[in-house]
């Protein structure tokens, strides 16, 4: 069992940065591929990024390819996402999710929220115009 749990959201303006961090329990984070997603009220969850699971290997969402940068530290069996030049666009509940398949491939990392088995609470991200 993986417990996620994120923080970091909030309110800010347009034009503006906000760091998420989600927080993973159990002892073999580094084996994870780990997801970030959103969903805005009344659209389906959708993917934001992905980074495998040594750190080296990420994949963003075209909508924010430039602005955000996830990362993680397996250390602090941690994933993050940097947000930058958010746009009122960008407002979501966001999620993380850990992918705990075993792949042949080390840069390997899905867009597709099917292939994630565990999901944080979320955190509210609202960017104002």
């Known amino acids: 069992q993986v417990q996620l749990v994120e923080s970091g959201g909030g309110l800010v303006r347009a034009g503006g940065s906000l760091r998420l961090s989600c927080a993973a329990s159990?002892?073999?984070?580094?084996?994870?591929?780990m997801g970030w997603f959103r969903q805005a009220p009344g659209k389906e969850r959708e993917f934001v990024a992905a980074?495998?699971?040594?750190?080296?290997?990420?994949y963003y969402a075209d909508s924010v390819q430039g602005r955000f940068t996830i990362s993680r530290d397996n250390a602090k069996n941690t994933v993050y996402l940097e947000m930058n030049s958010l746009k009122p666009e960008d407002t979501a509940v966001y999620s993380c999710?850990?992918?705990?398949?075993?792949?042949?491939?080390?840069?390997?990392?899905?867009?597709?929220?099917?292939?994630?088995?565990?999901w944080g609470q979320g955190t509210q991200v609202t960017v104002s115009s």
């Open positions: 999710a850990a992918d705990t398949g075993r792949y042949s491939s080390s840069s390997y990392a899905s867009t597709d929220p099917v292939q994630y088995e565990y």
């Open positions: 159990g002892r073999t984070f580094s084996s994870y591929v």
């Open positions: 980074i495998n699971r040594g750190g080296g290997t990420t």
